[in-house]
């Protein structure tokens, strides 16, 4: 009886403590990738600006490093003249419901994770190599397709 009870305490105690720990717990690299391009790209479809009014937001998605580099690269006179986040001048509209992710690899602080963007024929898919850094507890974009800057 007393072995009952005392594994009903321990479960009590236990359980609400496991619970708080998995909820605070961040995204691993490849959900953070797809949060970030069903985004994205739902803002682009959207026809709003994610680098212009939506900064606070694409912040929580991008390494601090990553972000002033996009403002510089804004305040150039040719500004950015292709999507850095899709590579490419133009984005797909079917790109928002046709992401998907593989091949994630973790060491340490830095992840990798290939992301697909399924297209139409005028597009067609396109393959991206996103480079992660994990930062305050958070994975973070720093990179893709191995370039840095825009």
């Known amino acids: 009886m007393r072995l009952a009870i005392l594994t009903v305490l ?5 359980v609400p403590v496991n619970r708080e720990t998995l909820a605070q717990a961040p995204p691993a690299p490849d959900v953070t990738v797809q949060h970030f391009y069903a985004w ?20 929580k998605f991008v ?3 990553l972000m ?6 804004l305040k150039r006179p ?20 046709n992401i998907s ?13 290939n992301v697909t963007l399924k297209g ?19 994975w973070k974009i720093d990179s893709v397709n191995n370039r840095l800057n825009p």
Do not use: C
């Not at 994205?40 to 912040?59: F, I, R, T, V």
């Open 68 to 73: 002033a580099a996009l403002n510089r690269a």
């Open 101 to 113: 992710t593989s091949a994630m690899t973790v060491q340490a602080d830095r992840a990798t994770v």
């Open 120 to 138: 139409g024929e005028a597009f067609g898919t396109k393959r991206l190599k996103i480079g992660l850094r994990k930062q305050a507890g958070a």
């Open 40 to 59: 994205y790209l739902h803002l682009l479809n959207q026809n709003q600006d994610p680098l212009g009014k939506h900064q606070a937001e694409l912040s």
């Open 78 to 97: 040719d500004g950015i003249d292709a999507d850095f986040f899709v590579d490419a001048q133009d984005e797909d509209p079917a790109w928002e419901k």
């Open 10 to 14: 321990l479960l009590t105690v236990l």
């Open 63 to 65: 390494t601090p490093r």
